[in-house]
């Protein structure tokens, strides 16, 4: 991990970074968050954003699981690791004047995908809790809050793709997020055609459940018969717009 972190600093400084801090940690540990928020403070001597990002999914029917407990980790890590991180920026956010937080949810929190129930309850939880933070802060401190949709990363890995999908390259992904938070938006989604599925959510939830039936239909061995980011595709061809291909599109 520390040595993927350095890769990062390494870019950061490329692109014309001044100046870059690497802090090991686990945001599911507050002390953890404590130290790497400490950390920054006396290198910088102030800090001005929070950006919430860290993230892990389980891909499994719920059913099927053997032992609960062992799905903790992602509630630790996606909502925990962002609620512990933020509790410990706030003063900091505040005595800088017009910090900013950024925290980086799901379209999962609405759209709820079968296969990946604790992951969906997790960016639901993320989702609620920072809308909350936001009426509470008022204007002390702006919250900028992502639900993406299928987004190539890390996360991914290009496992949910088949190599006919098309998703969101994440550069773009990126570069809408440092718009969104520069520009004070609330909210942000990408691709933006995820909107879409959010209305439809709101007006006729049988349809879109119907439709996560269809994106991740489960044989007898336990796994759909297509991959998520496909059928997604296929799913909703009336509002996705111009397919977005890049090289750099892990593939199955």
Same mark, same amino acid.
């Given at each position: 991990?520390?040595?993927?972190?350095?890769?990062?600093?390494?870019?950061?400084?490329?692109?014309?970074?001044?100046?870059?801090?690497?802090?090991?940690?686990?945001?599911?540990?507050?002390?953890?968050?404590?130290?790497?928020?400490?950390?920054?403070?006396?290198?910088?001597?102030?800090?001005?954003?929070?950006?919430?990002?860290?993230?892990?999914?389980?891909?499994?029917?719920?059913?099927?699981?053997?032992?609960?407990?062992?799905?903790?980790?992602?509630?630790?890590?996606?909502?925990?690791?962002?609620?512990?991180?933020?509790?410990?920026?706030?003063?900091?956010?505040?005595?800088?004047?017009?910090?900013?937080?950024?925290?980086?949810?799901?379209?999962?929190?609405?759209?709820?995908?079968?296969?990946?129930?604790?992951?969906?309850?997790?960016?639901?939880?993320?989702?609620?809790?920072?809308?909350?933070?936001?009426?509470?802060? *008022?204007?002390?401190? /702006?919250?900028?809050?992502?639900?993406? %949709?299928?987004?190539?990363? $890390?996360? +991914? #890995?290009?496992? !949910?793709?088949?190599?006919?999908?098309t998703v969101e390259v994440a550069v773009r992904c990126?570069?809408?997020?440092?718009?969104?938070?520069?520009?004070?938006?609330?909210?942000?989604?990408?691709?933006?055609?995820?909107?879409?599925?959010?209305?439809?959510?709101?007006?006729?939830?049988?349809?879109?459940?119907?439709?996560?039936?269809?994106?991740?239909? *489960?044989?007898?061995? /336990?796994?759909?018969?297509?991959?998520? %980011?496909?059928?997604?595709? $296929?799913? +909703? #061809?009336?509002? !996705?717009?111009?397919?977005?291909?890049?090289?750099?599109?892990?593939?199955?």
């Amino acid at each position: 991990m520390v040595g993927s972190l350095h890769d990062v600093a390494a870019r950061a400084r490329d692109g014309g970074s001044p100046d870059v801090l690497v802090v090991a940690g686990d945001v599911a540990k507050p002390e953890d968050c404590r130290r790497f928020v400490q950390a920054t403070v006396e290198h910088f001597g102030r800090l001005d954003h929070l950006v919430n990002n860290a993230g892990v999914a389980n891909v499994c029917w719920f059913e099927d699981v053997p032992d609960v407990a062992a799905l903790k980790r992602v509630l630790a890590v996606n909502f925990w690791g962002a609620v512990h991180a933020t509790h410990c920026a706030l003063p900091h956010l505040k005595k800088s004047g017009g910090g900013k937080v950024f925290v980086n949810s799901s379209a999962a929190a609405a759209l709820a995908m079968p296969g990946m129930s604790l992951y969906n309850a997790s960016e639901a939880a993320v989702l609620n809790f920072f809308e909350t933070l936001r009426v509470e802060l *008022r204007d002390e401190v /702006g919250i900028t809050i992502a639900t993406s %949709g299928w987004i190539v990363s $890390e996360m +991914t #890995g290009g496992k !949910q793709l088949s190599k006919e999908g098309t998703v969101e390259v994440a550069v773009r992904c990126a570069e809408a997020t440092v718009d969104a938070i520069c520009r004070g938006r609330r909210h942000l989604t990408v691709p933006l055609w995820y909107r879409a599925l959010f209305l439809w959510r709101a007006l006729a939830p049988e349809v879109v459940e119907f439709s996560q039936r269809l994106l991740c239909r *489960r044989t007898a061995g /336990g796994r759909g018969h297509q991959a998520k %980011g496909k059928r997604l595709q $296929e799913v +909703t #061809g009336a509002v !996705q717009p111009a397919p977005l291909h890049s090289s750099d599109i892990k593939r199955e």
